[in-house]
């Protein structure tokens, strides 16, 4: 508006009154409507005053891209690589969702006394977390989430690194042992189960532990790729018929893998021969149980019989330092605190808690060898999903519930649910005499869950249905912790990104995809994987195997069936009225576990 009172009417009119006129313009978006002064004057300052901040601006903008460009290289997602020697060991905690950590932590507070601000070591160093869907649902299995890792893709649930189309995708692991790396495996379950085999084995149902058990010995197109194995799972290495086997074939995997080079042990004498790793000759196979290393709730009271999760980590990272120490290159290595999923799934809270403290002793090790070593080295560690929708809260009565979760019930138990079903089965199969069954069904409450408030309908049904043992113990324990679960299966619940090394692992910081520690796997590691992509094409093209029904299959073995939700877009958006099906294994069992 012509005539208008300056804005800053208070300025004094000094010599500066032009200056002020002009900012009052600027204020106001009007021209200033003198026209005093020399014309030259005022021309060849405002093309001084243009000049100065065009070149300013210039300046401004060089700056940051050259200042945008030395972080990116020192930081950025694009490339963190370091470029000398380096380790990279990955830890996964298989089914460990937010609220494990929750629950194990205040379960520790209460069993140490300690105030609320202790916490796990794990808990220091959080980075980000990770996103867990597969192509084939919005909840994934173990498979499709250590394909995520392994080779950087979504598959669909049950895939052994191999990719909707059924063709096999290149791993991590196989990458590293090509360029060089020295490579290993260490899990508390069955060697031959989805994490670890997703690493070392391509197949197309993850259920096909015994052709997972003979690839990962060397017997598929790569030869052997895993220099150090240990964990559970001696029964797919055993030829059927003989003791402790569970294969369906007469093939004797342990002689292969001696064939194939591989030091063989199976017991706890010989784990401690390694002398901590500093005698142990590669490549190592140390199957330490038949199945899955019990649960460490149960394990801690069998020491002389199964090694920790943290010592077969510790035996495994000294043994690779030393086998590395002239090499110029390091190793690459997966420790899975595998049975934390199987806790979840038997929706035992006091069977859980110790499976995630011995993960974190384990995660304590790792850091300390890091800090060690002189290699340059780091450690990243996440969980393929959760399990078991784990609440710390449960309402247990309908009216409206109190703010209130115990851990008190947890340290009471000296045994988990899943060893005192077995207990019960085998004394039930033995002895059949009911006054002896009733003792042995209170005894195994009181002693075994360290109980002593258990009614008469806890044990008397203990007996009369026996066959859901296991999910009732757990119960027992989850109720009176107020522990919720909202399933025994998985869950879709993000979950957490660990690191010994934030600023390495830079890359993982924040919310990610789970194919995108897969990306950072590699490219810590700087390998190749695409180039193991093709060779698995190439030499797997027209390779044919014998199925145990002596059917000839690919090397991969069976596809799985249709329906078995594996076109996976199109169900995840629809709902199928899954609410109305019944329990299909109402009084046939619970259908415990996997
Ligand atoms: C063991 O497997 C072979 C096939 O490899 C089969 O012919 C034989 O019947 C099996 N034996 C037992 C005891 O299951
Ligand atoms: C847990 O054990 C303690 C000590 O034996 C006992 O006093 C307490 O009643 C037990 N808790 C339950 C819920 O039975
Ligand atoms: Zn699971």
């Not at 900012?23 to 060849?44: I, M, N, V, Y």
């Not at 042992?177 to 508390?188: E, F, R, W």
């Amino acid at each position: 508006m012509p005539g208008a009172r300056p804005l800053l009417s208070e300025r004094p009119s000094s010599e500066d009154s032009r200056d002020l006129a002009e900012e009052d313009a600027l204020l106001t978006g009007q021209h200033t409507s003198r026209s005093d002064g020399p014309r030259s004057w005022k021309f060849w300052r405002e093309i001084g005053l243009f000049v100065w901040a065009v070149i300013a601006t210039a300046l401004v903008i060089i700056l940051a891209v050259v200042y945008q460009q030395s972080q990116d290289s020192h930081q950025g997602s694009s490339a963190p690589h370091p470029t000398g020697k380096r380790n990279l060991i990955f830890m996964v905690s298989d089914g460990m969702g937010p609220t494990s950590l929750s629950l194990t932590r205040s379960f520790m507070q209460f069993e140490n006394g300690a105030p609320f601000s202790e916490q796990l070591v794990i808990d220091r160093h959080m980075i980000g977390q990770s996103r867990t869907r597969s192509t084939s649902s919005l909840i994934t299995d173990s498979a499709a989430g250590a394909t995520a890792f392994s080779c950087a893709l979504k598959s669909y649930n049950g895939a052994i690194s191999v990719l909707p189309s059924h063709e096999p995708c290149g791993t991590v692991l196989e990458a590293a042992k090509k360029a060089g790396y020295m490579t290993g495996l260490v899990v508390t379950t069955r060697i031959t189960d989805a994490t670890p085999a997703c690493f070392a084995a391509h197949v197309n149902m993850r259920q096909e532990e015994d052709r997972i058990a003979e690839q990962m010995v060397g017997d598929y197109p790569l030869g052997r790729v895993v220099d150090i194995m240990f964990g559970g799972g001696r029964c797919h290495f055993l030829p059927n018929g003989t003791e402790g086997s569970c294969r369906a074939d007469a093939k004797d995997i342990v002689g292969l893998a001696k064939e194939k080079g591989y030091n063989y042990i199976s017991d706890r004498k010989a784990f401690n021969e390694l002398k901590g790793g500093k005698k142990l000759a590669f490549p190592m196979l140390g199957l330490f149980a038949e199945t899955d290393i019990p649960y460490e709730l149960d394990r801690r009271q069998q020491d002389d019989v199964y090694p920790s999760l943290h010592e077969m980590a510790e035996a495994a990272m000294t043994a690779l330092s030393e086998a590395t120490k002239d090499s110029d290159k390091g190793f690459f290595l997966m420790i899975e605190g595998s049975r934390i999923d199987h806790a979840g799934h038997h929706n035992d809270p006091a069977a859980q808690v110790h499976e995630v403290l011995a993960y974190d002793k384990a995660f304590t090790s790792v850091l300390k060898f890091l800090e060690n070593d002189p290699t340059e080295g780091v450690m990243v560690s996440t969980s393929d999903h959760e399990t078991g929708g784990l609440a710390t809260a449960r309402q247990l009565h309908t009216s409206y519930p109190e703010y209130l979760w115990y851990p008190g019930p947890l340290s009471n138990a000296t045994h988990s649910a899943e060893y005192l079903d077995l207990e019960l089965q085998k004394f039930l199969a033995e002895d059949p005499s009911a006054p002896h069954k009733e003792e042995f069904a209170r005894d195994s409450i009181r002693y075994g869950l360290g109980l002593r408030d258990y009614s008469d309908e806890e044990w008397k049904k203990l007996l009369e249905d026996p066959s859901t043992a296991l999910y009732q113990y757990a119960d027992m324990v989850s109720r009176r912790s107020q522990t919720g679960w909202s399933t025994h299966g998985h869950s879709a619940a993000d979950v957490n990104i660990y690191s010994s090394d934030p600023r390495a692992a830079q890359a993982l910081v924040g919310n990610h995809e789970n194919t995108e520690v897969g990306d950072f796997l590699r490219e810590y590691l700087g390998v190749d994987v695409e180039a193991v992509t093709k060779e698995l094409r190439e030499k797997g093209a027209n390779l044919m195997v014998k199925g145990h029904d002596g059917e000839e299959v690919s090397w991969m073995g069976k596809v799985p069936e249709e329906g078995q939700r594996l076109d996976g877009q199109n169900h995840l958006a629809t709902y199928g009225g899954d609410f109305r099906k019944r329990e299909l294994l109402h009084g046939r069992g619970c259908g415990c576990g996997e």
